[in-house]
């Protein structure tokens, strides 16, 4: 029987106090929501006592969500527990996080206090949670730094004292891999009353080895592992859920289980990037753009014939359709014909060998080669053969004015005019081509990007657009970034209107 580990997800509060990635209450339902969905145990949705919003957020994500526990931080402080259990009053399944520092550098130099005093403080601040609610959680600050032998007689106390779940931090990324593995087994095996609680890790990647030391204290014993969503959090952010998660996809010999819906991993990265206006780096393990993207020649070929040579997680595990073949000058024949046959394009082993030797000298020239590149070198234009083509486009647009569209396409040969006013020119010039083209569509990714830089650069966009259960990619460059995305909006159409 595998064991269950539950998912503590720290980023609307641990996450968001990255600065310039502060939430609105309605910002951070929206986030809540998302994590119930993806099937996140424990929800810690704010500091209450810390700011009004935060305790107003608490309060309205206690009423947006059904089944997960949503969780109040505290200090071991009278006071920021009375706020907190007034904060979680709505809440269906509640807990309050309580804690203090346990290392020597926080007794001696945060509290001027004594070890014997900071365990009569823990005791209290437990005892005086357990008045409000059943489920408290207990945190040892800096628990990493902390000798093994004092920490197992905080944690042992603080259980004693009513503690359902004991947090050991590595607050400041401090442990290396084996010695927090290590930590964890001493507290399973010398802590009497340990079984009464679950033990919790709570990971920083300040020497980048939150998800390394989390594991191994999982491996230890801990049942519950704190983290966010993409790894953010203070300093150099915390461990990152999708990891761990996906780890024990993989690593089915840990035998260990999660709630977690891995297939909407990808949704719920982009969603808190893009409401934290906080990019996700392209080499970032599992959610990073470039993460299945495949632009060696030998690793195309592998991927092409079997997926499982370079990857070890299958892209539709994680909310992505399938890797991505980049072409660049280290791509090889077997890329640059897979991209072909996707286009429609089949050609013979000797036009190949032709094609791909102009392939190569385009490829030294040019960062990366888009769909209409690789058309022009076989003689195509795929403009040309689409269907469905743009004629004219206009659009108003300022501050203090509506955005307003009018969009000409012309349609196997015949022309549809439409006008549509937006929140902003591409949104207006989106709606107008719906009105056109009458389909249930949804634009699920829109990337921008330039070629060389500067105000008069030709601008790239990258689309990918849902229709009836599938998604299609859409390219389009333009020195007018509007008409660039428009453009790239019919060349998504194209692919499932006949």
């Known amino acids: 029987m595998s064991d269950k580990l539950f998912i503590f997800d720290t980023t609307l509060r641990d996450g968001e106090q990255v600065p310039g990635c502060q939430l609105n209450t309605v ?14 145990d424990v929800i810690e949705a ?39 259990a007034e904060a979680l ?19 001696k130099h945060k509290f001027n206090s004594t070890r014997e005093e900071i365990i009569e403080r823990a005791v209290a601040a437990v005892k005086h949670a357990k008045k409000y609610v059943e489920d408290v959680e207990f945190y040892a600050e800096d628990a990493g730094r902390t000798d093994n032998e004092y920490l197992a007689r905080v944690v042992e106390a603080v259980i004693k ?7 050991i931090p590595d607050t400041t990324g401090y442990c290396l891999p084996h010695e927090f593995g290590a930590k964890i087994k001493y507290l399973m095996e010398n802590v009497k009353g340990v079984h009464n609680a679950i033990i919790s890790t709570h990971c920083h990647n300040d020497l980048g080895m939150a998800t390394a030391n989390t594991i191994e204290g999982v491996i230890a014993g801990a049942r519950q592992v704190e983290t966010t969503i993409n790894g953010i959090g203070e300093r150099a952010g915390n461990t990152a859920m999708e990891e761990i998660a996906m780890i024990l996809h993989s690593h089915k010999e840990l035998n260990i289980t999660t709630n977690i819906n891995t297939k909407k991993i990808t949704e719920t990265s982009r969603l808190v990037s893009s409401l934290m206006n906080m990019p996700v ?27 499982e040579s370079y990857e070890i997680i299958d892209p539709k595990d994680v909310g992505i359709d399938e890797n ?20 429609g394009v089949e050609i013979d082993q000797e ?12 490829a030294d020239r040019k960062k990366d080669i888009n769909d209409d ?91 990918q657009v849902e229709y009836d259960g599938n998604t299609y990619f859409g390219f389009g460059a333009n020195t007018d970034i509007v008409a660039a995305s428009v453009e790239a909006y019919i060349d998504a159409i194209n692919k499932f209107v006949k």
């Not at 107003?56 to 947006?64: D, G, H, L």
């Not at 036009?351 to 385009?362: A, G, I, N, T």
Request: aromatic share 4%.
């Open 27 to 40: 910002e951070k339902i929206q986030v809540a929501r998302a994590l119930e969905a993806l099937g996140v």
């Open 46 to 84: 704010g500091f209450p006592i810390s700011s009004p919003g935060d305790f107003n957020s608490v309060v309205e994500i206690s009423k947006a969500v059904t089944w997960p526990t949503i969780c109040a931080l505290t200090r071991g402080v009278q006071k920021d527990i009375d706020v907190a």
């Open 89 to 107: 009053q709505y809440a269906k399944h509640k807990r309050i996080h309580t804690g203090i520092g346990t290392s020597d550098y926080h007794i």
């Open 161 to 167: 004292a009513g503690a359902t779940v004991v947090n």
């Open 281 to 307: 780096q392209p080499n970032k393990s599992i959610v990073g753009r470039n993460a299945f993207a495949h632009s060696s020649g030998i690793h195309q070929d592998g991927v092409l014939k079997n997926r």
């Open 324 to 343: 991505s073949i980049v072409l660049t000058a280290r791509s090889g024949r077997a890329a640059l014909k897979h991209r072909l046959s996707v286009l």
């Open 351 to 362: 036009r190949l060998d032709k094609v791909y030797e102009d392939f190569l000298k385009l």
């Open 373 to 463: 590149d690789v058309l022009m070198l076989v003689g195509e234009d795929r403009a040309a053969k689409q269907r469905i083509k743009l004629e004219h486009l206009q659009v108003v647009s300022g501050i203090g004015v509506q955005s307003v569209a009018s969009v000409t396409l012309n349609i196997a040969g015949e022309k549809f005019e439409a006008s549509a006013s937006g929140n902003g020119p591409v949104d207006a010039s989106i709606k107008a081509v719906k009105k056109i083209i009458d389909r249930r569509m949804t634009l699920k990714e829109f990337l921008i990007q330039a070629i060389n830089k500067g105000s008069d650069d030709v601008g790239k966009v990258h689309m």
